[in-house]
């Protein structure tokens, strides 16, 4: 196995995901790579003064999704770096969840996905389908 992509959501069943991902990894040697896929921004055009500003710096939607999905992936691989897992990259990626799981794991050469049963809620998963399920 060279490479194992563990998909997450920032929930507990993802943290459980990335700690088996972090141990199969550790046990062949592998590469473990931390992804998680955001969707876009729904919004076609920002009102004025709707952006948010940090020090100076105006944040578009995406940007705002985008920090959100980093905090989330980098403390998901401290987990995995902290559990002993010697390589371990850092994926986002935009797009709808499944397709974007999956294309990934493609690239980026990943012959193992794992992913948690449920992520944040089941009321989600009964509107939109589990994402688990589709990959």
């Known amino acids: 196995m060279d490479k194992?992509?563990?998909?997450?959501d920032g929930s507990e069943t993802s943290d459980r995901a990335v700690a088996f991902a972090a141990e199969l990894a550790k046990r062949t040697g592998s590469e473990l790579l931390v992804m998680t896929a955001a969707q876009e921004?729904?919004?076609?055009?920002?009102?004025?003064?709707?952006?948010?500003?940090?020090?100076?710096?105006?944040?578009?939607?995406?940007?705002?999704?985008?920090?959100?999905?980093?905090?989330?992936?980098?403390?998901?691989?401290?987990?995995?770096?902290?559990?002993?897992?010697?390589?371990?990259?850092?994926?986002?990626r935009f797009g709808p969840p499944a397709r974007t799981i999956v294309e990934a794991a493609q690239q980026e050469g990943a012959t193992v996905i794992v992913m948690g049963r449920r992520g944040l809620g089941d009321f989600g998963a009964l509107i939109l389908g589990s994402v688990t399920h589709k990959v």
Do not use: C, F, N, W
Request: charged share 20%; net charge negative; glycine share 8%.
């Open 41 to 92: 921004p729904t919004l076609v055009a920002v009102p004025m003064g709707v952006m948010a500003e940090v020090e100076g710096v105006y944040m578009t939607p995406r940007d705002v999704i985008e920090s959100a999905a980093g905090e989330i992936v980098e403390r998901a691989a401290s987990q995995a770096e902290a559990a002993g897992v010697a390589k371990v990259g850092r994926v986002i």
């Open 4 to 8: 194992v992509l563990v998909a997450i």
